[in-house]
């Protein structure tokens, strides 16, 4: 039957050509030594001759000043879409918009948008934060420091924890991870940290209004660790990213009664996650790095015990590499999952051999109840084609609970049409009571004449099933049947 195309357009708001001219405008101003009024209470002081800021008309003679006639409130949200040397220089446009980047709430010092390379660096940052009249509630430090600066980074934070208000902390370092000690922000609520050596400070108390923490390539020691999850008792997302362990792998347990996503990439500086209680717990995605079957013998009880321990959520997602290290366990899989109705998995068919899918399905049928399944396909060529239809469709893959009594909904992220159309055929065929399967690609590109042809002719087992390919770059969803 033919396929049907349904587009989907989005209007542009009436302003924006004109906000965006006005942006662009300046961007193309030449920079000016800008002065800060040094009394907070004045909006505007005299200054000295040589801290004059050049006055430049914003708009032509006779021609009305729409965006500096707008109220304060809009201007500065505005300036805070654009990086901070930009949104200084906008002080040069007009005397409605001199000094208003001091009411920035949010500070972006990061390597494209604040140069650093100078030994003035830290000087210019604590006058960037020391101006800010309003409560600083967003901070990000991204940059490539050098080992020799880190004692440099450590005044910023306490001066963030003396001017107060931050809800949102930030610090990514790359090439070289630095020494921080984390001040006691007492309105923090989202803390990330990349590359960092983290030490808790003496009397810590731990973050009592954090509900995010981002945990990326950290080196802290078990007790800090551990310490520092227990205390934020108002955490509803943590995320841990691979450790560093300074001298043993570390053993983590997470009893958070407000938890509800969980993220977790397990290496070998992990020899034990187990979540004692989170009973909010919903999300729980899990990754593993390997790098030897021996490694991956070892993360298999690791992961094994951390499935075990959070049978009980709704939603789970799992990579590829998960598959590789429970394809060589020595331990059974004794897994139930009750509550479980969403499933993603991140497949690397041209990585895959049998024992990865036996694990595949293995989990599959611990998983009675799953309602909605989502596979991310990654294969640039056809490598693995073989070995998956011969998975599929060469072995009997029956006795699959949820494939004969509740599974609605199968989606494929797919990069190549083939894959797809195997997967597809494969779950038209066996879920019985589906009533959608969805192909999504980037782009139309990606789908090819045979793969509509293919679908169309796929023998489908439940009578309702709707089958359907959503194309992302041009908006675009293709009705197959």
């Known amino acids: ?75 500065i949200s505005i300036l805070s879409r654009l990086h901070i040397k930009y949104a200084i220089r906008t002080s040069a446009l007009a005397h409605s918009w001199r000094h208003l980047w001091t ?36 901070f990000e430090l991204r940059h490539s420091f050098h080992s020799n600066q880190a004692p440099l980074v450590q005044p910023l934070l306490d001066l963030l924890l003396q001017k107060g208000g931050v809800e949102t902390l930030n610090l990514t370092f790359f090439y070289h991870r630095l020494l921080v000690h984390l001040p006691p922000f007492h309105s ?47 955490l509803t997302t943590l995320l841990c990213i691979g450790f560093v362990s300074p001298k043993y792998p570390l053993s983590i347990n997470i009893s958070l009664p407000l938890l509800r996503h969980l993220k977790f990439v397990i290496d070998d500086s992990i020899d034990k996650v187990s979540v004692i209680s989170a009973p909010c717990l919903e999300q729980v995605e899990i990754m593993a790095m390997s790098s030897t079957d021996s490694v991956s013998q070892k993360l298999a009880v690791v992961i094994l015990g951390l499935l075990i321990s959070v049978a009980m959520v709704s939603s789970l997602h799992l990579h590829s590499h998960v598959l590789k290290c429970l394809s060589l366990a020595t331990l059974p899989f004794n897994l139930n999952f009750p509550r479980l109705r969403s499933l993603i998995f991140y497949l690397v068919i041209g990585t895959m051999d049998k024992s990865m899918y036996d694990a595949f399905f293995r989990l599959l049928r611990s998983m009675s109840f799953v309602e909605e399944l989502e596979l991310t396909c990654c294969s640039d060529r056809n490598d693995g084609v073989e070995i998956l239809m011969g998975e599929l469709f060469g072995k009997k893959r029956d006795g699959i609970s949820c494939l004969n009594q509740t599974l609605k909904s199968v989606t494929i992220n797919m990069d190549n049409a083939i894959i797809g159309v195997i997967l597809g055929k494969f779950f038209l065929l066996k879920a019985k009571v589906l009533k959608l399967m969805k192909f999504e690609c980037y782009s139309r590109s990606i789908v090819e004449l045979g793969m509509l042809e293919e679908l169309q002719k796929a023998e489908v087992t439940s009578s309702d099933a709707k089958v359907v390919i959503f194309c992302h770059e041009e908006n675009v969803t293709i009705n197959i049947k």
């Open 103 to 138: 009411h920035l709430s949010y500070l972006d010092l990061s390597d494209d948008a604040f140069v650093i390379a100078s030994s003035d660096w830290i000087e210019r940052a604590h006058h960037l934060v020391s101006s800010l009249r309003a409560p600083l509630v967003r």
């Open 188 to 234: 923090l609520k989202v803390l990330q940290l990349y590359q960092c050596h983290v030490l808790l400070p003496t009397g810590f108390q731990g973050f009592r209004s954090l509900t995010t923490l981002e945990l990326k390539r950290v080196r802290i020691s078990n007790d800090h660790l551990n310490f520092l999850i227990h205390t934020s008792n108002n």
């Open 1 to 75: 039957m033919p396929h049907s195309i349904r587009r989907v357009w989005a209007a542009p708001h009436p302003l924006i050509n004109e906000i965006s001219a006005k942006v662009d405008r300046i961007l193309r101003l030449p920079q000016f030594p800008v002065s800060v009024p040094t009394d907070r209470n004045a909006r505007q002081l005299p200054q000295a001759r040589n801290e004059i800021l050049p006055m430049t008309a914003a708009e032509p003679m006779g021609e009305a000043d729409r965006i500096s006639a707008l109220p304060e409130e809009i201007k």
